[in-house]
């Protein structure tokens, strides 16, 4: 589809495609890695449940997570927000500690939490479960 990228993309992510890969027009296929061809991914945001935190000195922290209303992992987020909504995070963890859910793996560095705290996580569109993802918010569910 030719057009300028800009607006194919805004329309691709208004009809809720996972996203779209592009071409300079001159440019021919070859196989391989080429700077050529560039793969553009949409994201959405949702609604899950936290089953808990992994943290590892000197690693990035992922916040654990599951459907809501249930304990079915689907996968993990990056916890990149600020400072103070981070310390908010590991305060809650500590709050609200609980056992592992049955058929997740037990690693030494995560904290579980018991049920009852709901995020917002961005994204890929397109992925049965969370790919890409990195948590936005948190709160207590009522």
Known sequence: MPGEAN???HLIDADGLEGMVSKRRDSKYRSGPTTNWLKTKSFTES???????????GKPAFALMAEPGTRKYVGSAFVSVNREMRERLWKRVQEHAGPPPKEMPKRPATQRVKPGIKARVKHLRGEKDLRHASLQDFWDES
């Open 7 to 9: 607006a194919i993309y």
């Open 47 to 57: 609604e899950v449940a936290l089953l808990g935190v992994e943290r590892e000195r």
